[in-house]
């Protein structure tokens, strides 16, 4: 294998920034399961704030933040409503049935985004027979529909429809800073009427670790609960909230880099052969290189570009994924594009 020229398997790879390794070591700590924690205090508000919530809590992952809010909405047999391929559904080790006891009920989206009224056709109110709807999940960004973004009439929209029917929405917002640099408006106009949202701060925001839960006071009160029952009352956990401070203080503006590496990345890949890449779908940080008219599957692909020194994930039999992250600079971009189009050449 040559040298790697870019690495665009995920945007969890990134590295924490010296400010955040700074910030980790000089972090004023405390047990905050016992006492709080005024550093993870602080965390919280500014994650609560940026969501147009009341407050938040310091989860370790994502997948952690979205089974305890799983936890804290569902009583066992309770159904959710989401689209069949957000990331809980195939990639969180089944916590919303096997902890929280849901049950699913997945819907056909088109670039990640459910026809809303085909969600409120699906809500049911329960009775002897059925299971009754107790939560709708969204995701935005949507992964495995490659970085797309849900605005803000659709999510106004669905607020609209999930409050008529008292089932409360949880938004799986790993990326939803993505999704609000690229619309260009407030995260909490995205988030702030959903019954919960989950801010990942381990991925374009290159903190080590870490989500926030965010919801109403009184939901985040139960959800403290959840979270010990799942041993996540970690004790000096300031250190690793003092570098989600500084990814929610100065790191959510540049994400517009990460798109803008991305477009190129798609427009250059769009240039060497049209029929890879839907250029309406590049709406943020990740790219979809579809592997069916070249006739090789996705991991030959990926085999043969991480040869020549670009780094992909296959998502799919036929489908790989680039994501752009801090990492991986303009110049990085310019190299791993012409390796790309090398290795395309040879199937053309
Ligand atoms: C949409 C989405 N939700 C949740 C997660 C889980 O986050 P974590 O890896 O921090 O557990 C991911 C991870 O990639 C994701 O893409």
Redesign the pocket.
């Known amino acids: 294998m040559s040298d790697t020229i870019a690495d665009l398997r995920?945007d969890?790879i990134t590295q924490p920034t010296p400010e955040m390794r700074r910030a980790m070591a000089e972090a004023v700590v405390a047990d905050y399961a016992r006492d709080g924690c005024a550093t993870t205090a602080r965390l919280e508000q500014l994650a609560a704030n940026l969501t147009g919530h009341e407050a938040a809590l310091f989860c370790?992952?994502?997948?952690?933040?979205?089974v305890v809010a799983f936890l804290t909405h569902l009583s066992p047999g309770d159904e959710i409503i989401a689209e069949r391929d957000?990331?809980?559904l195939h990639?969180?080790a089944a916590g919303c049935s096997a902890l929280a006891g849901g049950i699913t009920r997945p819907l056909r989206g088109r670039a990640g985004r459910m026809d809303l009224e085909e969600v409120a056709a699906a809500i049911r109110p329960g009775d002897r027979l059925h299971p009754g709807t107790g939560l709708i999940v969204v995701?935005n960004?949507?992964?495995l529909a490659g970085g797309t973004c849900l605005d803000t009439g659709y999510m106004s929209r669905l607020w609209e429809i999930a409050a008529a029917h008292g089932v409360p929405v949880h938004l799986?917002?790993?990326?939803v800073f993505n999704a609000a640099v690229a619309l260009g408006v407030p995260p909490s106009e995205l988030a702030g009427r959903c019954g919960s949202v989950?801010v990942?701060?381990?991925?374009g925001l290159c903190a080590p670790y870490?989500?926030l839960l965010c919801g109403s006071a009184e939901f985040i009160a139960r959800a403290v609960t959840m979270r010990q029952r799942v041993g996540g009352g970690t004790r000096q956990i300031g250190h690793m909230a003092a570098a989600g401070i500084v990814a929610l203080e100065s790191m959510i503006e540049r994400l517009i880099e990460d798109h803008i590496s991305a477009r190129r990345l798609a427009e250059g890949i769009y240039g060497v052969r049209a029929d890879l890449v839907d250029l309406d779908l590049v709406q943020t940080n990740m790219v979809m290189v579809k592997t069916g008219p070249l006739g090789v599957s996705a991991a030959q692909l990926a085999e043969r570009l991480a040869a020549a020194g670009v780094r992909c994930h296959p998502v799919a039999p036929d489908r790989v994924r680039f994501v752009t992250h801090r990492d991986v600079g303009s110049e990085q971009i310019d190299r791993a594009l012409n390796a790309i189009a090398e290795v395309l050449a040879a199937w053309l």
């Open positions: 995920s969890t370790s992952s994502g997948t952690m933040g979205n957000s990331h809980f990639f969180e995701e960004t949507h992964n799986d917002g790993a990326r989950m990942d701060l381990s991925k870490g989500s």
